[in-house]
């Protein structure tokens, strides 16, 4: 487990959720593994009871496979799930997308700036994680401008199977298209170019399946099918 220190808003049970899908998404914790409670509670500095509930809530959501008085194991990566996550990431974020472009204030054009400044810098370092985490903040910031943080919640929570699948693709590919992408839609942003924002909001989301061949020649072991 990478450690993932804790919030001191967060309860316990939050704690556990947040600290385990991370694990899950940045690959500490790889798919196929068998993980236990009391290890992770351990690693946590927490009782088992909050450990036991954040594991039974990402069960619901298939990342985790439950075995009664045998443990627990990390899903394989279901590529049909993947698809199913990101159908429903890019039909919200389509609308999110454009109605963000229309009303996006200067301010808010130099956060998605800065963001991306941040995304060269640490594609320079190789830091994947980092990467990862600026590319999820430079599309919560369309969710913050739409006042629509409801949304970006319940989308960061299905998205957690293809999170750990794009993981895989920064680690894979060459990363310097996924900023390109952001700074194609951060140029119709500052254009106010509403049906372009959204266009290429839906093509950069939907490149799923590129590069894919590659990744399972590579992480054969991590894929359900």
Same mark, same amino acid.
């Given at each position: 487990?990478?450690?993932?220190?804790?919030?001191?808003?967060?309860?316990?049970?939050?704690?556990?959720?947040?600290?385990?899908?991370?694990?899950?998404?940045?690959?500490?914790?790889?798919?196929?593994?068998?993980?236990?409670?009391?290890?992770?509670?351990?690693?946590?500095?927490?009782?088992?009871?909050?450990? =036991?509930?954040?594991?039974?809530?990402?069960?619901?959501?298939?990342?985790?496979?439950?075995?009664?008085?045998?443990?627990?194991?990390?899903?394989?990566?279901?590529?049909?799930?993947?698809?199913?996550?990101?159908?429903?990431?890019?039909?919200?974020?389509?609308?999110?997308?454009?109605?963000?472009?229309?009303?996006?204030?200067?301010?808010?054009?130099?956060?998605?700036?800065?963001?991306?400044?941040?995304?060269?810098?640490?594609?320079?370092?190789?830091?994947?994680?980092?990467?990862?985490?600026?590319?999820?903040?430079?599309?919560?910031?369309?969710?913050?401008?739409?006042?629509?943080?409801?949304?970006?919640?319940?989308?960061?929570?299905?998205?957690? =199977?293809?999170?750990?699948?794009?993981?895989?693709?920064?680690?894979?590919?060459?990363?310097?298209?996924?900023?390109?992408?952001?700074?194609?839609?951060?140029?119709?942003?500052?254009?106010?170019?509403?049906?372009?924002?959204?266009?290429?909001?839906?093509? =950069?989301?939907?490149?799923?399946?590129?590069?894919?061949?590659?990744?399972?020649?590579?992480?054969?072991?991590?894929?359900?099918?």
């Amino acid at each position: 487990m990478k450690e993932i220190e804790k919030d001191p808003k967060e309860t316990n049970r939050e704690y556990a959720l947040r600290a385990i899908k991370e694990n899950i998404i940045n690959l500490s914790l790889v798919p196929g593994s068998m993980i236990s409670e009391q290890e992770i509670a351990s690693d946590l500095n927490l009782s088992r009871t909050p450990v =036991h509930e954040a594991i039974q809530e990402l069960s619901k959501i298939k990342v985790i496979e439950v075995y009664p008085q045998k443990g627990s194991r990390v899903s394989l990566i279901d590529m049909d799930l993947i698809d199913e996550s990101v159908f429903i990431r890019s039909t919200l974020e389509s609308a999110i997308t454009g109605q963000a472009c229309k009303n996006a204030t200067e301010e808010d054009i130099k956060n998605l700036q800065e963001n991306i400044s941040l995304q060269e810098f640490y594609n320079s370092k190789g830091n994947t994680d980092k990467i990862l985490e600026l590319d999820n903040k430079f599309h919560e910031i369309f969710y913050k401008i739409t006042n629509r943080m409801q949304c970006f919640y319940m989308v960061k929570m299905v998205s957690i =199977h293809y999170d750990r699948y794009r993981k895989l693709k920064l680690v894979t590919r060459d990363r310097l298209g996924i900023i390109e992408d952001h700074k194609a839609i951060l140029k119709a942003f500052e254009e106010k170019n509403v049906k372009k924002a959204k266009e290429l909001s839906i093509k =950069h989301l939907q490149q799923l399946h590129i590069d894919e061949q590659d990744i399972r020649l590579k992480y054969p072991a991590y894929f359900k099918n």
